[in-house]
Structure formats: structure tokens, C-alpha cells
């Protein structure tokens, strides 16, 4: 049996080009918002706490981590804000959340992470998480 050019058995050569459609590098690029780019790096950096500073995600006594983003033709700066426990080696904890963050950003948008910029909000101690926030 032959099969015909294009047909489900054929598969060697590369797939016709859709009718009427421009090539593809003239066709658009995906845009990310800052916003979307924002949420997927603060779950990124709750599991890197989770993680790297070993705070439970829904720990009472520190909040959620904060991200903000801009994005900037294909490359991202990030600005975390997050609690970590004390005590801790906050300098080696900070580089390892920055450079986790980074690559689950880079991985989920394909977006290349030019800056992490990683603001300690607080401390939390066992008895802050005991008794609730501490303000």
C-alpha cells in the first residue's frame, strides 16, 4: 500500500506549511505579563522556603512569601520578600531560594532570570509560629 504526501504514514519529511500563514518567525511572540511571571515565582520561592529554610508552606507564624516581576524582552528581574526561621544561615539559605527561584522561573516561561533580589521580611522563632503572627 503507498501512501499519499502528508498522510499519517508518511512522517520523514517536515510538515507542510499551513495555507495562507506567514512563517512562523513572523507570526508574534508569546507575551508573559509581569503579574503571571510574579505568581509562578512566589510559588516557586514558598516551595524553595519550604525547601532550603525547612518552613512548612502553611507554617501559622510566617507569611507567604511576595513576588514582583518585570519583564523585559525575553529576560526577567525578580524581587522576592519573604520570612525565615531563626535561627538560620540566612546568607546561604538567601543564595540557594534566589538561585531555586531562578531556575523553576526559567523552566515554567523560558524567560532567561537576569536578578534575584531576595528582602528578609523577618525572623520567625518556634514561639512565633506557636502563638500566631507577631507584629
Known amino acids: 500500500m503507498k501512501t499519499q504526501p502528508g498522510s499519517p504514514g ?3 519529511g517536515p510538515p507542510a506549511p499551513a ?8 507570526r508574534g511572540a508569546t507575551v508573559i505579563p509581569d503579574r503571571v511571571v510574579a505568581r ?3 510559588q516557586a520561592a514558598r516551595a524553595a522556603q ?6 512548612p508552606p502553611d507554617r501559622g507564624g ?4 511576595h513576588a514582583s516581576a518585570a519583564v523585559r524582552t525575553g529576560s526577567v528581574r525578580l524581587h522576592l520578600t519573604m520570612d525565615l526561621p531563626y535561627p538560620t544561615d540566612i546568607p ?21 532570570v537576569g536578578e534575584v533580589l531576595l528582602t528578609v521580611r523577618r525572623l520567625v522563632t ?3 509560629s506557636s502563638r500566631g503572627r507577631v507584629r
Do not use: F
Not at 19 to 26: N, R, S, T, V
Not at 100 to 108: F, G, K
Open 62 to 65: 510566617s507569611e507567604a512569601p
Open 10 to 12: 508518511e512522517g520523514s
Open 40 to 42: 509562578i515565582a512566589a
Open 92 to 112: 546561604r539559605v538567601c543564595e540557594r531560594i534566589q538561585r531555586d527561584v531562578a531556575e523553576r522561573v526559567a523552566q515554567l516561561t523560558g524567560l532567561r
Open 126 to 128: 518556634a514561639t512565633d
Open 19 to 26: 495555507a495562507g500563514l506567514p512563517p512562523p518567525a513572523e
Open 50 to 55: 519550604s525547601r532550603r529554610a525547612a518552613v
